[in-house]
């Protein structure tokens, strides 16, 4: 299977393209929902959270993880690749969303201002800013933390007044600090499922970009340049769920935004 991991329901908005772009592919999803939001801690302990996701979809039978979440990907992955990846499992691979994302976002503007829009995590990590200046570097970035934005969705409250406050807070935030902003990049993978909210809050004229797509996309074609990884990944079109809540808090919250039925184990990190 193709291991997908994220801090909770977030992910699910990359799994959603993932399972377009490879529909024969078996997919394994984690969301650490007991342990979600990320975004306002510290650099070890995501990066312990991060790992402890990554054994565990490794043991569960993953030959390939995707960090289907920017703050596990900028604060996480290069630890993981670097220093435990060889020890671990050196035939296993273990990919963010960031990279993928940041090769492709530059093509999106006309006025060459980009509003990155991600956790406090991603944010204070540089990650957006510093990749995007190494693949075009005439780019100018805009970043603005919404660290509220990710409990509203987690917490089941993205259609409640105080939803929208908080979005035209950071939407406003954003925008007053580069005024040439022609694109908005959703650097969290949860924040797609607001688009509708900040929509209502982003002048016309501006376009919102979900990484979804484009990672499905970089992920098919590294799939294709690695078959030796793609012959272990099994292909009989399955998902399966896992999450560190109950199955029962799971089910709920995934079918705000998973259309179809879900089969859901828990688990506990001891
Ligand atoms: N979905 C995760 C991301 O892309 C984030 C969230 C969190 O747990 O704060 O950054």
């Given at each position: 299977m193709i291991g997908v991991f994220d801090?909770?329901?977030?992910g699910l908005t990359i799994l959603k393209e993932l399972k377009a772009a490879l529909p024969e592919y078996d997919f394994l999803y984690l969301g650490d929902n007991a342990r979600a939001?990320?975004?306002?801690?510290?650099f070890e302990t995501i990066h312990r959270y991060t790992l402890e996701a990554v054994k565990v979809l490794f043991e569960r039978g993953c030959p390939l993880v995707i960090l289907a979440c920017n703050t596990a990907s900028a604060r996480a992955l290069r630890t993981i690749q670097q220093r435990e990846l060889p020890t671990l499992a050196p035939e296993n691979r273990v990919l963010g969303i960031i990279r993928p994302t940041t090769e492709e976002?530059?093509?999106?503007t006309k006025t060459g201002h980009i509003g990155i829009l991600g956790t406090a995590g991603t944010v204070i990590s540089g990650s957006y800013p510093l990749e995007i200046s190494r693949f075009f570097p005439q780019i100018q970035v805009a970043q603005q933390a919404c660290p509220l934005w990710v409990p509203l969705i987690e917490n089941g409250?993205?259609?409640?007044p105080g939803a929208g406050y908080f979005v035209q807070k950071y939407m406003d935030a954003l925008l007053s600090r580069d005024s040439e902003i022609d694109t908005i990049l959703l650097?969290?993978?949860?924040?797609p499922l607001l688009e509708a909210e900040i929509r209502r809050f982003t002048p016309p004229g501006i376009q919102i970009i979900s990484q979804g797509a484009i990672v499905a996309r970089k992920t098919a074609e590294y799939l294709g340049r690695h078959p030796e990884l793609d012959k272990r990944v099994s292909k009989t079109g399955k998902i399966r769920f896992l999450t560190t809540d109950t199955a029962e808090f799971f089910k709920k919250g995934a079918s705000f935004f998973w259309n179809e039925p879900i089969s859901v184990d828990s688990l506990t990190f001891v």
């Open positions: 801090s909770g329901f977030g939001p990320y975004g306002p801690r510290s976002i530059g093509f999106y409250e993205i259609d409640s650097a969290c993978t949860h924040y």
